[in-house]
């Protein structure tokens, strides 16, 4: 299929889809007969269309990906694999390199050429996963240059600074100029934190020095320490690529970045705050490839995922995720949502801000600067036919007030809240002001979640558990158990952890269950109903995760409170 997809002659698809005209493909054709180049690079040189539409249309038409070289950051680690003059020779450039899944992104601008891919494949010692990728032909090129003609690694840009002089003037413009150190700097660190798996780069100016740190599976790790004069250029360049004023220092902005690293397209939502040593700059790495889990891969219980799956069978009520903030909340929201995102339903998103883009979904960002809150962002949405609504948090009665009115006309309706546990969600929204009255009958359920990281596979290990430890875990006297416990290794950063994993706890709101909410009884009777009816706590899901061997005692315990299981 692909094969007589390619055999279309690209004229003709151009003048189909609009972006030439038949007299402009037969003067291309005309040239194209006195010059001997490709028809596409002779449209550009023409400027009939952009080497990106040629880019764009061959790789559809191929059924490939695409890649703007543009917006792409240097792997320096990819860049030492593969020699300049085999780039050069062979028209290829290794855009990023994954050792988590030992995969090469390769751009290329004849997707075609077998002898080429062979011949890297062959270097690299035929162990590599290569996935080729079409780039713009004189991008390609220009890249090369670029690419290999200036130092990438982080410690290689630090000496250059050294040893030179910083041009504030060059920084103030969102070319990426490969001549500016600091330029490369700041996008090798930011390389440096996607490819670590952060979640938050920290930008800390001190006195004397500049602390850079990553918060990496939700513990902040300080990776760098720069002289304080490199901040003014580190912090210009931030601002500029994420559109922010630059003069303004006194007051705290927002703003974004779009980049291209280890191969896909990554956000960061970027935060300046002023301090008395300068402004502390703080960027949320938004990674939708990774953040935006299918239901079945969040490693869920049987039990669990069927009985969530048929909660979100419900057509109308509230489903509330509850936790702390950090522990998942929006992660697991979109995976409830993308598992229902379909053409035949209209999905409406209310959140502050929006972070990660979704096909289909029709989102707004909570601001004062459109003028749309929770509240007056409900009573919009409904008037815009949904038939599922996700209100990013419910902090206050009117937005709680419009979320369930949203649910009593036949809506559903996501959002979250700041309690401790599922069944804290009652009186955290009794006490917002929703009466149980309004709570009865329409709230599907609640979920609460904490996340905890996971051991490192490669260096984790196991043992018997002391007395303390049985006594947490609740094992009878007999019982055989082994439970596992960090060492470090060069793969998890000798941390002994790599990645999270969420523990969850689920309560299903049934006929019984509304009925002793509707009559406004004790925490302690819907607890006891709950554990009837199979309800496990998150501390019961923590003690399987540690016996399963995913975590430790004590990184469950740093975020729930296992203590009062060693009483009862």
């Not at 036919?385 to 996501?414: C, K, N, S, W, Y």
């Not at 496990?536 to 315990?557: C, F, H, K, N, Q």
Request: some cysteine; proline content about 4%; overall charge negative.
């Amino acid at each position: 299929m692909a094969e007589q997809r390619r055999k279309l002659r690209l004229g003709e698809l151009m003048v189909q889809q609009g972006l030439i005209s038949q007299d402009q493909l037969r003067i291309a054709l005309i040239e194209q007969e006195q010059n001997d180049i490709p028809l596409g690079r002779q449209l550009v040189r023409l400027g009939f269309v952009s080497e990106t539409m040629v880019r764009d249309l061959v790789a559809h038409t191929i059924g490939q990906e695409s890649i703007d070289l543009t917006t792409v950051v240097a792997d320096s680690d990819a860049l030492k694999m593969v020699p300049e003059d085999f780039s050069r020779r062979y028209h290829l450039l290794p855009v990023a390199y994954e050792d988590t899944t030992n995969t090469m992104i390769v751009a290329m601008a004849d997707m075609f050429n077998v002898v080429a891919l062979d011949q890297l494949r062959a270097m690299l010692g035929g162990q590599i996963q290569l996935k080729p990728v079409l780039a713009a032909e004189a991008q390609l090129e220009e890249y090369i240059d670029q690419f290999y003609d200036y130092e990438l690694s982080v410690d290689g840009i630090l000496r250059e600074i050294e040893t030179g002089e910083i041009d504030y003037q060059s920084l103030q413009t969102e070319s990426d100029e490969y001549t500016q150190p600091v330029v490369r700097l700041v996008g090798a660190l930011l390389m440096d934190a996607v490819k670590k798996g952060a979640s938050d780069i920290h930008f800390e100016p001190e006195f004397a020095f500049l602390r850079i740190r990553y918060r990496i599976d939700g513990v902040l790790q300080q990776v760098r320490s720069l002289h304080k004069s490199y901040w003014p250029g580190v912090s210009v360049r931030l601002k500029v690529v994420s559109g922010m004023d630059i003069a303004e220092t006194r007051s705290a902005q927002d703003g974004r970045i779009n980049m291209n690293l280890c191969g896909r397209p990554i956000d960061f939502r970027v935060s300046t705050h002023p301090t008395i040593h300068g402004e502390n700059i703080v960027l949320r790495v938004l990674d939708r490839e990774k953040s935006i889990i299918p239901l079945e891969r969040m490693g869920l219980r049987t039990s669990t995922l069927e009985e969530l799956k048929l909660m979100m069978t419900r057509p109308e009520g509230i489903l509330v995720v509850t936790g702390p903030t950090g522990s998942g909340k929006t992660t697991t929201l979109y995976s409830l949502l993308s598992h229902k995102n379909t053409e035949s339903v209209n999905v409406m998103t209310l959140e502050d801000p929006v972070e990660y883009p979704v096909a289909l979904m029709r989102q707004t960002s909570v601001s004062e600067v459109n003028k749309v809150d929770f509240a007056n962002g409900i009573r919009s949405i409904m008037r815009q036919d949904p038939d599922i609504i996700l209100v990013g948090e419910v902090r206050d009665e009117d937005t709680a007030t419009m979320a369930f009115r949203a649910a009593m006309t036949g809506h559903q309706v996501f959002t979250t809240l700041h309690t401790n546990s599922a069944l804290g969600a009652f009186p955290r929204l009794s006490d917002i002001g929703i009466s149980p009255d309004i709570m009865s009958g329409n709230i599907i359920g609640v979920v609460a979640q904490r996340l905890v990281r996971v051991l490192c596979p490669h260096c984790k290990e196991g043992g018997k558990p002391s007395p303390e430890e049985r006594k947490i875990l609740r094992l009878k006297r007999t019982e055989a158990a082994e439970i596992f416990k960090p060492k470090g290794c060069k793969k998890c950063n000798l941390t002994g952890y790599r990645g999270r994993m969420a523990i969850i706890e689920l309560l299903r709101i049934d006929d019984e269950m509304d009925a002793l909410i509707a009559r406004r009884a004790h925490l302690d009777e819907l607890r006891t109903m709950a554990l009837d009816k199979g309800f496990s706590t998150l501390a019961e899901d923590g003690v399987r995760r540690i016996l399963e061997g995913y975590t430790s005692i004590e990184e469950v315990t740093r975020v729930i409170d296992l203590t009062s299981r060693i009483n009862n």
